[in-house]
């Protein structure tokens, strides 16, 4: 859960604001390849558009991409870090608007049951300020209830798309 305090939530916390996990009948590789295809991810994810690579073109930390984003006819990008690309364990990345955090995405993978269970992540890094200019440019008065149902919705498309590869 985000914590709040006054100045914002506090990003020295080390829980997720929202993470939910799904089992899915697919091995952990080929659902890595799929959340590390960017043109993939974006179709997955319900905010993303498309997302390109800006530095490198390969899934390594450090890599840097692009990710355009739409919400109720309101559009923004974001620069996205590469911070974790472990091959089928773990995909995850630091989203900042200009110079300013914005969010932690994570992407966990564990081998279960001839499959797998994944779990998506994510930490509101914004500052305290920034919320509410960052709710009306983008139409999301509160993230953490969007990025909710944004989570569902993504892992349930990841795994249809896993389940039939």
């Known amino acids: 859960m985000c914590i709040a305090s006054p100045a914002g939530y506090d990003r020295r916390m080390t829980a997720p604001c929202v993470s939910a996990t799904v089992q899915i009948d697919a091995r952990p590789d080929v659902?890595?390849?799929l959340i590390t295809h960017l043109p993939t991810l974006a179709s997955l994810a319900e905010e993303a558009v498309a997302m390109q690579w800006r530095k490198g073109d390969a899934v390594?930390?450090?890599?840097?991409?692009?990710?355009?984003?739409e919400n109720r006819g309101r559009r923004w990008s974001t620069r996205c870090t590469v911070t974790d690309a472990e091959p089928?364990?773990?995909?995850a990345f630091d989203v900042r608007y200009t110079i300013l955090p914005v969010a932690r995405w994570q992407y966990d993978i564990v081998a279960a049951d001839g499959g797998c269970e994944v779990t998506e992540s994510t930490w509101d890094r914004r500052p305290g300020w920034f919320r509410k200019v960052a709710g009306k440019a983008t139409?999301?008065?509160d993230r953490v209830a969007a990025n909710t149902e944004h989570i569902r919705l993504t892992l349930q498309?990841?795994?249809?798309?896993?389940e039939t590869e």
């Not at 450090?62 to 984003?69: D, M, S, Y």
């Open 157 to 162: 498309r990841l795994k249809q798309r896993a």
């Open 60 to 69: 390594t930390p450090g890599a840097v991409f692009a990710g355009h984003n």
């Open 88 to 91: 089928g364990r773990r995909f």
């Open 31 to 33: 659902v890595y390849r």
């Open 139 to 141: 139409g999301v008065s």
